[in-house]
């Protein structure tokens, strides 16, 4: 209850003002804060006056008439009573909003928060405290809001060594952190949620950039970078015929990823090939390196020279394969997203082995943009994303499970969940349900490889394709060398390095408008 409120209640006129300046110990105290101008305009006259009453009122000066002065505005301050007499104080600070809103901060995590010089450094930009040494029993000694919409609070206690210290949070701090979705937006800088497409999407959607706006434009460059980042797939035209310009592309999203194929590499055919991509066969729906722990983010294929006959590039988009498979076959996700598959390359010297299932899930908030679009602002909990799809049918070596059992799926909870099962618990599912993997398998094949979700094109020199290789699987059709030989130079990059150019660029036009 507010201040005013507490009084009518037959409150002490000291107890009111404690309850004000946050002063009460044997209370948990709510601080509201304010956000919006019209919110600040109220609270800054409702605040000069208020401090003015409320001292008079702590020495028993002030009137009862007094402290109903004014209309409080966009303004409360709740007390909580502590669960335990003994239990460590906190002060959760609400800024409610002139629509009523109102959204609470722990002062653990205001105080985490705090980036002033004394606790992040300035050159390094990484925090001078831990946060394990914040006291338990911090509150918010002092709330005030200042002219420019930013916050100061002093904190008591305060960690040791911050004697004095006072944190600032801009105006738009409340907005950062209104709600989960908010946090997410401002700490990742997302791009919106990934588009799942098939062929007539696609076609409708294709986007094509010219190399030279790529290169010079960081406004061109932030639009392919999202279009890349929602839809897996992005082509470059006009690029030399230089078997460098791969590299140059690469370099501007970021370093580019070392793998035992060098940092760039050829595609063509050649004698007694190491890889099935380096013949002139048909080369069905895969991902690259599903055998590593860390598979490439990003693909990147310039085409210096096409072959006369066939060699046409298939793509589909995996994502919306599974997704698919989860609304119609849940039991057939569920499968898709447990049972463990292994990949192999073992030649010319080299053998990289991993065991991963088809379907890679996370509860990471780098995937927060794949989240239910349709949860509320007040969600607090994430949910599970598709943070990969890795199908590499030439790079599968014999499965590690007991492939002579066959038992059903486990059963639905009541609300008809499928469990998740992990690590040695996948592998004992898997011992149990080979035949229910290989159903999965089809479904999952036939979804990829249908008609309506191949979008297909024939790479012409001078076009550079780079897609998303944890979530689009390609494929090329078998082709002759008779007139001209088919050579692809390609490059990796890796996922974290895509989305940290993806931000920086974000931030720096966004920056640039602002001063426009």
Not at 130 to 140: G, H, M, Q, W
Not at 146 to 169: A, N
Not at 434 to 463: C, N, S, W
């Amino acid at each position: 209850m507010s201040p005013q409120q507490a009084v009518l209640k037959g409150l002490s006129w000291r107890h009111a003002a404690r309850m004000y300046f946050g002063a009460s110990r044997a209370s948990t105290t709510r601080t509201v804060l304010g956000t919006n101008a019209r919110w600040q305009s109220a609270f800054q006259s409702y605040s000069s006056a208020a401090k003015h009453v409320f001292s008079r009122a702590a020495n028993g000066f002030a009137s009862k008439e007094e402290l109903q002065f004014t209309k409080e505005p966009q303004i409360a301050e709740e007390v909580v009573p502590d669960r335990e007499a003994d239990a460590p104080l906190t002060s959760q600070i609400n800024p409610t909003l002139s629509d009523d809103t109102r959204y609470t901060f722990d002062p653990i995590f205001l105080r985490d928060c705090c980036s002033c010089e004394r606790c992040v450094d300035p050159s390094t930009t990484q925090k001078t405290f831990e946060t394990a040494d914040i006291p338990l029993n911090i509150r918010a000694a002092s709330v005030d809001v200042q002219h420019d919409g930013s916050t100061q609070i002093r904190w008591e206690p305060d960690l040791p060594g911050f004697e004095d210290h006072v944190s600032i949070y801009d105006a738009s701090f409340r907005d950062r952190n209104r709600n989960l979705k908010s946090r997410l937006e401002a700490t990742y800088n997302l791009q919106g949620q990934r588009i799942p497409w098939d062929c007539k999407l696609m076609k409708q959607s294709k986007m094509s950039v010219e190399y030279g706006n790529y290169m010079d434009s960081s406004a061109a460059l932030l639009s392919s970078l999202q279009h890349l980042y929602r839809y897996g797939l992005l082509f470059i035209h006009s690029v030399p015929a230089n078997p460098d310009s791969v590299a140059s592309i690469a370099n501007r999203i970021g370093p580019i990823k070392q793998t035992f194929y060098g940092p760039t590499w050829d595609v063509k055919s050649v004698p007694s090939a190491k890889n099935v991509a380096y013949t002139s066969s048909h080369l069905g729906f895969h991902v690259d390196l599903p055998y590593v722990d860390n598979p490439a983010g990003l693909q990147i294929l310039h085409c210096l020279e096409a072959s006369s006959r066939g060699g046409e590039s298939l793509f589909s988009d995996a994502l919306r394969a599974v997704k698919k498979i989860e609304q119609s076959r849940p039991d057939h996700y569920f499968t898709l997203e447990n049972f463990p598959v292994t990949y192999k390359y073992h030649n010319n010297n080299e053998w990289y082995q991993q065991t991963r299932p088809h379907i890679e899930t996370t509860n990471s908030p780098h995937e927060a943009s794949d989240y239910a679009a349709d949860a509320g602002p007040e969600a607090l909990q994430l949910k599970p994303s598709i943070k990969a799809i890795n199908w590499s049918p030439p790079f599968q070596s014999p499965f590690l499970v007991n492939v002579g059992n066959t038992a059903p799926l486990p059963p639905a909870a009541d609300d008809g969940e499928l469990p998740t099962l992990k690590g040695p618990q996948a592998m004992q599912l898997a011992d149990n349900d080979f035949r229910q993997y290989l159903d999965a398998a089809r479904h999952l094949k036939r979804e990829i490889e249908a008609d309506e979700a191949v979008f297909e094109m024939k790479l012409e020199p001078g076009t550079t394709v780079i897609f998303d290789n944890r979530r689009i699987v390609h494929a090329r059709k078998a082709f002759e060398n008779w007139r001209e030989e088919r050579w692809l130079r390609g490059a990796y990059v890796d996922t974290d390095a895509f989305r940290s150019r993806l931000r920086v660029l974000r931030a720096e036009v966004m920056e640039n408008r602002r001063h426009e």
